[in-house]
């Protein structure tokens, strides 16, 4: 059975930095790309980062400059480093293939951003 588990999220002070993690069961990875994505209180689930197998990648609008998506293919987990976190950053992170598949959403990790 295909299992994602994202982790490192947390409580973090507007400016600082966090470094989510997702390990994934099985090789669900393997030949695909992967991406984060976040929901907020409220709000939909939206992407945020995606990196190619080719490693090009692509953020949103809202991330860009400030979080950096990358992977470690020996370890078969993803990650997302996030500095100058800010209030609106605050959302439950998930990872998931690129293109994502429905069936396979973890529980995510809960990232706050407040002083």
């Known amino acids: 059975q295909v299992q994602l588990v994202e982790s490192g999220g947390g409580l973090v002070q507007p400016g600082g930095s966090l470094r989510l993690s997702c390990a994934a069961s099985?090789?669900?990875?393997?030949?695909?790309?992967m991406s984060w994505y976040r929901q907020a209180p409220g709000k939909e689930r939206e992407f945020i980062a995606g990196l190619t197998t080719r490693g090009s990648t692509v953020y949103s609008d809202s991330v860009k400059g400030r979080f950096t998506i990358s992977r470690d293919n020996t370890k078969n987990t993803g990650y997302l480093q996030m500095n100058s976190l800010k209030p609106e950053d605050t959302a439950v992170y998930y990872c998931?293939?690129?293109?994502?598949?429905?069936?396979?959403w973890g529980q995510g990790t809960q990232v706050t951003v407040s002083s």
């Open positions: 099985g090789s669900i990875f393997s030949g695909k790309g």
């Open positions: 998931n293939v690129l293109p994502p598949l429905p069936l396979i």
